[in-house]
């Protein structure tokens, strides 16, 4: 079983669409939790970390459930440029990074 | 600010030859990591260090990858020698610290084709 396992997709969204994306994580020492955002070809970029609280980045939604050891990325009102593989990652108390697989979006017109 | 700058950017070499890459994190950052990102994988860490000491580098295969971060600063990367397998893109981060909160920034990357 993979430290850190995420929705297989690709999801395929209308624009203006609401999706979300789960991840699951088998390291209950984890201690942060983050998404990155991958477009083709590039490299991943930082798009929210994530709180136990929960928090929210305009049309960005994360959330973090411990005690399921799971995390979810909301997305609303998707738009064309929303497109681009979501990873999750996982950081234990020493600072090591696990990444998911990823999720593919594609957003259509 | 400069970003973390990698080269090449492009790598293609026979099996059983060498290659090396090269990285250069962003000014002030203590951290640095080097990733493999095989097609349709997530980025998997090869080696993370702090300043110039090796933090973690249990995913490293040792016996042909070695990795050197001379003076705390650059980084090289080097595969010696090369199997189809490690045909991939070489991802460089850096952060500022390796807290368990710090932000990596990554580099363009250097896709490799091991034919």
Known sequence: RKEVEQDPGPFNVPEGATVAF?????????????????????????LMSVYS??????RFTAQLNR??????????????????????????????????????????? | EAGVAQSPRYKIIEKRQSVAFWCNPISGHATLYWYQQILGQGPKLLIQFQNNGVVDDSQLPKDRFSAERLKGVDSTLKIQPAKLEDSAVYLCASSLYSGVGETQYFGPGTRLLVL
Do not use: H, M
């Open chain 1, 22 to 46: 789960n991840c699951t994580y088998s390291n209950s020492a984890s201690q942060s939790f983050f998404w990155y955002r991958q477009d083709c070809r590039k490299e991943p970029k930082l």
């Open chain 1, 67 to 109: 005690a399921s050891q799971y995390i979810s990325l909301l997305i609303r009102d998707s738009k064309l440029s929303d497109s681009a593989t979501y990873l999750c990652v996982v950081n234990t108390n020493a600072g090591k990074s696990t990444f998911g697989d990823g999720t593919t979006l594609t957003v259509k017109p």
């Open chain 1, 53 to 58: 609280s929960g928090n929210e980045d305009g």
